[in-house]
């Protein structure tokens, strides 16, 4: 019954905070869908056409960690890789991104 109740949260809070974020970075016409789904390794994803899907567990992690994954996401909607430049747009992002990815790291699998 908790599970499903995060569930229905985590389809309501997280879509939107994608919206507030990109809208922040002037990103929000670039996403063509928003999802959340139940994935039980990944945090999120994004394809090339501009498909963001976030793992539901994402609304029981820290708010700045959980601002982190959708501004990791968010910043694939710019470059879909792991470049310097993407590293480089995420921390313009997200200043502390590794504090936050260090909590993933040691946290982030009690949730998952």
Known sequence: MVERVLRKYAGAELPQRV????ALHGLEARISTISVRNQRTR??????R?????????VQVPPSVRDYVILHEIAHLVHLNHSARFWTLVE????????????????GRSVL
């Open 43 to 48: 945090w999120g994803s994004c394809s090339a």
């Open 19 to 22: 919206r507030e974020l990109a």
């Open 50 to 58: 501009g498909k963001i899907s976030l793992n539901w567990r994402l």
């Open 92 to 107: 313009s992002f997200c200043p502390n991104y590794r504090e936050e990815e260090a909590w993933l790291k040691r946290s």
